[in-house]
Nanobody, 125 residues
């Protein structure tokens, strides 16, 4: 049974930073492309960032480039999202996602087979 458990969310003022973590179990993590998505109230879920299975390739949404950094530690089965210079528009529920097959490009399209339960990030202006 695959589980993705996010942590590190919370409330922060505009300009602040947070680091999200996603601990994975039940899958061969070192084979999995990992990604972060987010969904703001009243909006569709949107892609934030993705990272290849060995961490050598990353991809970001234009809205977070230069402010967010995705990384992973395959020894710990964990993917991270470092978020700097946060804005009110970054307020959303953030979801961790994993591919269940090898060779998936780190992109918004995935496909991503497994999802975490989501974690709230609130940025106050």
């Amino acid at each position: 049974q695959v589980q993705l458990v996010e942590s590190g969310g919370g409330s922060v003022q505009s300009g602040g930073s947070l680091r999200l973590s996603c601990a994975a179990s039940g899958l061969i993590f070192r084979w999995s492309t990992m990604a972060w998505f987010r969904q703001a109230p009243g909006k569709d879920r949107e892609f934030v960032a993705a990272i290849s299975s060995n961490g050598d390739s990353t991809n970001y949404a234009d809205s977070v480039k230069g402010r967010f950094t995705i990384s992973r530690d395959n020894a710990k089965n964990t993917v991270y999202l470092r978020m700097n210079s946060l804005k009110a528009d970054d307020t959303a529920v953030y979801y961790c996602a994993a591919s269940g097959r090898r060779g998936v490009a780190p992109a918004s399209t995935g496909p991503y087979d497994y999802w975490g339960q989501g974690i709230q990030v609130t940025v106050s202006s």
